[in-house]
């Protein structure tokens, strides 16, 4: 006897059926027959009292029950027979899928042994001479995955040749943290830092990157929510890539690969950078020109995040091209980076497992650490001083500090001709602070202003300090000193027309005084002294306004963008208003009661 395939299913759906407890079954039943008694006695409670519209609208809700009844009542069709065959299927896929993540889970985690400062500068030195052959590959071991014959390989990822950015998904303690640390340590540990630098941005106030912040690759490092010093990664971010478009134009070439000495490849690790463009959008149009020019720059982003479907628009994900997503708890956010939902099912104790996206589909892995990364980065280190590596250039610092501490300079190391430069400060370009040194013998009179009197005795006692560290000796005396040497300076307190028109006579000496008001003090002088102050470098405390209008001394808009990031005014902080504006905190002083003794400070 011959069954028809169809007739098969039926009788198989009829099994299905029969096997369900009898509970289900009854629940099952009375699902149906209950709405279709509450519609009969409905029924005839109308037309006993001749309610024709309502027992009119009724019957579509009768025959709507009917037919659903007959559907569930009636053994299972072969079409969703089918179905549930496909969605069988699916699972047994996914299960495939999640298989060789618990092989891993099921094996004691291995650590890989750390490598002897001597052998990481034989790698790093293996590294540049294929790097000359142009051989441009950069693998970094990971850990361990599955390869095409279902078998444990080694799991490597080179950023630049798969990428040229990755978008890394996992819900924390799914081990995204592990993920970047073993990245970036592993390129530490076979690239040297003329080859490969990093920039680590941490915006949701974690410590994943503060121990690779000591790399000597590492160019920049955020370490928490910090809104002004995302706001100057930013900006040096964008430097950085416009230095490269103007050394590729200069060069007429169309990849840092092209030059004959080729900038060190950047790797940007973000975690949760998408917090930053929801808290700073006017940057975000910049994020999106850094991702689209990133290749052919050497700039590659790994940006981690935990809802990767809502948080990244499909212009930056299209310029993302290697995904990553490791446990998640949406099984949407797996569909959306590897068109399945597998990473979903990943269990809450595989730390550390993933899967890649992959042209065959997700591709499992597991990550691998180093036994004791904080002796690995110590032979780094080592490696690096033996090789007298350069440290990574920074391209962006942390903001001035509200206490500027002086930092030790020996003065039987100071430069045989102290008068040329000397340093007062820490200066602040909107990215980077570097030391502010001044040259002396370029300004005939310095005057600080737009002061209090005790912000400015301050500064001057900084100053005093300052011009000691570099080497000056200094006298206390009154104004009838005179130096026998080639060039003084006087440090004067508290100056008035009468002085300045004294000491500016002196060819040579250098004139450092405070002024609460310039435009005052202008008229009174006379056309030597004037011409004088109008050449001076002037220091000016509160800089809202022109420190001196009358002689054209205007705030650049660079400055006044500089002074925005710090709204609370502080009395080291002022502006030197010389050929151009800078911002500039002075060296917080040593208590010292020199100004308070003398008005009159001689250095020679």
């Given at each position: 006897?011959v069954?028809?395939?169809?007739?098969?299913?039926?009788?198989?759906?009829?099994?299905?059926?029969?096997?369900?407890?009898?509970?289900?079954?009854?629940?099952?039943?009375?699902?149906?027959?209950?709405?279709?008694?509450?519609?009969t006695?409905?029924?005839?409670?109308?037309?006993?009292?001749?309610?024709?519209?309502?027992?009119?609208?009724?019957i579509?809700?009768?025959?709507?029950?009917?037919?659903?009844?007959?559907?569930?009542?009636?053994?299972i069709?072969?079409?969703?027979?089918?179905?549930?065959?496909?969605?069988?299927?699916?699972?047994?896929?996914?299960?495939?899928?999640?298989?060789?993540?618990?092989?891993?889970?099921?094996n004691d985690?291995?650590?890989?042994?750390?490598?002897?400062?001597?052998?990481?500068v034989?790698?790093?030195?293996t590294?540049?001479?294929?790097?000359?052959?142009?051989?441009?590959?950069?693998?970094?071991?990971?850990?361990?995955?599955?390869?095409?014959?279902?078998?444990?390989s080694?799991?490597?990822?080179?950023?630049?040749?798969?990428?040229?950015?990755?978008?890394?998904?996992?819900?924390?303690?799914?081990?995204?943290?592990?993920?970047?640390?073993?990245?970036?340590?592993?390129?530490?540990?076979?690239?040297?830092?003329?080859?490969?630098?990093?920039?680590?941005?941490?915006?949701?106030?974690?410590?994943?990157?503060?121990?690779l912040?000591?790399?000597?690759?590492?160019?920049?490092?955020?370490?928490?929510?910090?809104?002004?010093?995302?706001?100057?990664?930013?900006?040096?971010?964008?430097?950085?890539?416009?230095?490269?478009?103007?050394?590729?134009?200069?060069?007429?070439?169309?990849?840092?690969?092209?030059?004959?000495?080729?900038?060190?490849?950047?790797?940007?690790?973000a975690?949760?950078?998408?917090?930053?463009?929801?808290?700073?959008p006017?940057?975000?149009?910049?994020?999106?020109?850094?991702?689209?020019?990133?290749?052919?720059l050497?700039?590659?982003?790994?940006?981690?995040?935990?809802?990767?479907?809502?948080?990244?628009?499909?212009?930056?994900?299209?310029?993302?091209?290697?995904?990553?997503?490791?446990?998640?708890?949406?099984?949407?956010?797996?569909?959306?980076?590897?068109?399945?939902?597998?990473?979903?099912?990943?269990?809450?104790h595989?730390?550390g497992?993933?899967?890649?996206?992959?042209?065959?589909?997700?591709?499992?892995?597991?990550?691998?650490?180093?036994?004791?990364?904080?002796?690995?980065?110590?032979?780094?280190?080592?490696?690096?001083?033996?090789?007298?590596?350069?440290?990574?250039?920074?391209?962006?610092?942390?903001?001035?500090?509200?206490?500027?501490?002086r930092?030790?300079?020996?003065?039987s190391?100071?430069?045989?001709?102290?008068?040329?430069?000397?340093?007062?400060?820490?200066?602040?370009?909107?990215?980077?602070?570097?030391?502010?040194?001044?040259?002396?013998?370029?300004?005939?009179?310095?005057v600080?202003?737009?002061?209090?009197?005790?912000?400015?005795?301050?500064?001057?006692?900084?100053?005093?300090?300052?011009?000691?560290?570099?080497?000056?000796?200094?006298?206390?005396?009154?104004?009838?000193?005179?130096?026998?040497?080639?060039?003084?300076?006087?440090?004067?307190?508290?100056?008035?027309a009468?002085?300045?028109?004294?000491?500016?006579?002196?060819?040579?000496?250098?004139?450092?005084?405070?002024?609460?008001?310039?435009?005052?003090?202008?008229?009174?002088?006379?056309?030597?002294?004037?011409?004088?102050?109008?050449?001076?470098?002037?220091?000016?405390?509160?800089?809202?306004?022109?420190?001196?209008?009358?002689?054209g001394?205007?705030?650049?808009?660079e400055?006044?963008?500089?002074?925005?990031?710090?709204?609370?005014?502080?009395?080291?902080?002022?502006?030197?208003?010389?050929?151009?504006?800078?911002?500039?905190?002075?060296?917080?002083?040593?208590?010292?009661?020199?100004?308070?003794?003398s008005?009159?400070?001689?250095?020679?």
């Amino acid at each position: 006897m011959v069954v028809s395939s169809t007739q098969a299913t039926q009788a198989h759906g009829i099994r299905t059926s029969s096997r369900r407890p009898l509970w289900q079954r009854i629940m099952r039943i009375l699902s149906v027959v209950l709405p279709l008694v509450s519609y009969t006695v409905m029924g005839i409670w109308m037309s006993v009292n001749k309610q024709w519209l309502y027992l009119i609208f009724l019957i579509p809700a009768v025959l709507t029950q009917l037919t659903s009844a007959l559907s569930q009542l009636s053994p299972i069709t072969a079409d969703n027979y089918t179905a549930r065959s496909e969605s069988s299927t699916q699972s047994q896929e996914d299960s495939n899928s999640i298989s060789p993540l618990q092989f891993f889970s099921h094996n004691d985690p291995q650590q890989r042994p750390i490598p002897s400062w001597q052998l990481i500068v034989h790698d790093w030195l293996t590294a540049r001479d294929a790097l000359k052959h142009e051989t441009h590959m950069y693998p970094a071991h990971l850990g361990r995955a599955e390869d095409e014959s279902k078998k444990i390989s080694d799991f490597t990822l080179d950023i630049i040749e798969q990428g040229p950015h990755a978008l890394v998904a996992g819900t924390t303690g799914s081990g995204k943290s592990v993920l970047l640390e073993t990245w970036a340590i592993d390129y530490a540990r076979h690239y040297d830092p003329s080859i490969l630098n990093f920039v680590f941005l941490d915006f949701k106030g974690g410590s994943t990157f503060q121990r690779l912040a000591s790399l000597p690759h590492c160019a920049g490092s955020v370490s928490n929510l910090n809104l002004l010093h995302a706001k100057r990664a930013i900006r040096g971010l964008i430097a950085e890539m416009r230095r490269r478009e103007e050394l590729l134009a200069f060069h007429h070439v169309s990849s840092i690969d092209e030059l004959h000495e080729p900038c060190a490849q950047l790797i940007i690790m973000a975690d949760e950078f998408f917090i930053l463009t929801r808290e700073i959008p006017q940057y975000e149009q910049y994020f999106s020109t850094l991702i689209s020019l990133g290749r052919s720059l050497g700039m590659h982003f790994i940006v981690c995040t935990q809802n990767p479907l809502n948080q990244v628009n499909s212009h930056i994900k299209a310029n993302m091209p290697l995904h990553i997503c490791m446990r998640v708890t949406d099984p949407m956010q797996s569909l959306d980076l590897l068109s399945s939902p597998v990473a979903s099912r990943i269990d809450a104790h595989m730390r550390g497992a993933g899967f890649i996206n992959a042209p065959e589909g997700p591709s499992t892995f597991i990550v691998d650490t180093y036994a004791d990364e904080r002796q690995l980065m110590r032979n780094i280190g080592k490696a690096s001083r033996f090789i007298e590596s350069p440290q990574a250039h920074h391209i962006f610092t942390p903001p001035l500090p509200d206490k500027l501490t002086r930092p030790y300079r020996d003065v039987s190391n100071a430069s045989s001709s102290p008068l040329s430069h000397v340093i007062i400060g820490i200066m602040d370009t909107g990215i980077v602070t570097q030391d502010y040194d001044i040259n002396l013998e370029a300004h005939k009179v310095i005057v600080l202003t737009g002061m209090s009197d005790s912000d400015a005795h301050l500064a001057l006692c900084s100053f005093a300090q300052s011009l000691t560290v570099a080497g000056w000796t200094m006298s206390i005396t009154d104004e009838s000193f005179t130096s026998e040497t080639e060039h003084s300076v006087l440090i004067h307190e508290s100056c008035d027309a009468r002085d300045i028109e004294t000491f500016v006579t002196s060819r040579n000496t250098t004139l450092i005084c405070f002024i609460p008001s310039l435009s005052r003090i202008s008229s009174q002088l006379n056309t030597t002294a004037r011409n004088a102050l109008a050449h001076a470098l002037v220091l000016q405390g509160n800089a809202s306004s022109l420190a001196m209008p009358e002689f054209g001394r205007n705030l650049s808009s660079e400055t006044k963008e500089i002074m925005t990031d710090y709204p609370t005014p502080h009395p080291m902080r002022a502006v030197s208003f010389g050929q151009s504006c800078i911002f500039f905190q002075f060296f917080d002083p040593i208590f010292d009661e020199t100004l308070e003794k003398s008005l009159h400070l001689w250095f020679s």
